[in-house]
């Protein structure tokens, strides 16, 4: 029987993967590199820096550190203004009853998110509190697909990874929840969730019975 459930945020609890969507596209068309939506998915899940070096492979400039950092920052000031509007209204159908369920079923609950957005856009939610741990960018080496994120949740709610089970919209992070050694719950679309052991269109399909007894 599982015992924890670690959600990620983006695409997930709420949809925040829309606009970094526009802040990256914005950023990559600046700097003459095309952007859409299947480049974009890609970019789920993997952190910021990582996320810009995939943009700027396309470009036939060569980048310093410096340069680097500056449209990070670029990208991450346009990400900011996009979710200061944020209100709990903004979480997607399904999510405080996902999160209620896995509550009123004794289950610890954490978040795994490589944004160092993410207790920004957790306050804007007014979820904060539903999360028994919280892990972010800065507390962690290695990003999605390496499975640090969901270990380090795991051990912080205190329960073996494989009493545990991850919720992810992301192809980095269903690969970093099995590489974790547990139960994937993709939030998409399964061709391309493929590594994800369920695929459900949004937490609106979120059905708690099926994911523990797995
Ligand atoms: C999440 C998103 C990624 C984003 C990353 C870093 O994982 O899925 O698209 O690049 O967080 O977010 P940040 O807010 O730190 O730039
Ligand atoms: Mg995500």
Request: hydrophobic share 45%; glycine share 8%.
């Amino acid at each position: 029987m599982k015992r924890a459930v670690i959600f990620d945020l983006d695409g997930v609890i709420t949809d925040t993967a829309r606009y970094h969507y526009l802040a990256w596209k914005r950023l990559a068309e600046s700097q003459g590199v095309h952007f859409d939506e299947a480049f974009n998915e890609h970019l789920k899940g993997i952190d910021r820096m990582g996320s810009l070096d995939l943009i700027l492979a396309s470009s036939p400039r060569r980048y310093t550190q410096e340069e680097k950092l500056a449209l990070a920052t670029a990208k991450n000031e346009h990400y900011k203004v996009l979710i200061a509007t944020m209100t709990p209204g903004d979480l997607l159908p399904g999510a405080v009853q996902a999160l209620d369920d896995c509550r009123a079923a004794g289950l610890k609950i954490g978040l795994a998110s490589v944004s160092r957005n993410a207790f920004t856009v957790l306050d804007r939610l007014g979820i904060t509190d539903k999360f028994d741990y919280v892990v972010d960018a800065g507390m962690i080496a290695k990003g999605k697909p390496d499975p640090e994120i969901f270990l380090v949740a795991a051990q912080a709610l205190g329960v073996p990874p494989a009493d545990c089970f991850g919720v992810e919209d992301a192809v980095a992070g269903v690969a970093s929840i099995k590489a974790a050694g547990m139960y994937a719950v993709g939030v998409g679309d399964p061709a391309t969730l493929r590594q994800a052991d369920v695929v459900i269109p949004s937490l609106a399909q979120f059905r708690l019975s099926d994911y523990v007894a797995a």
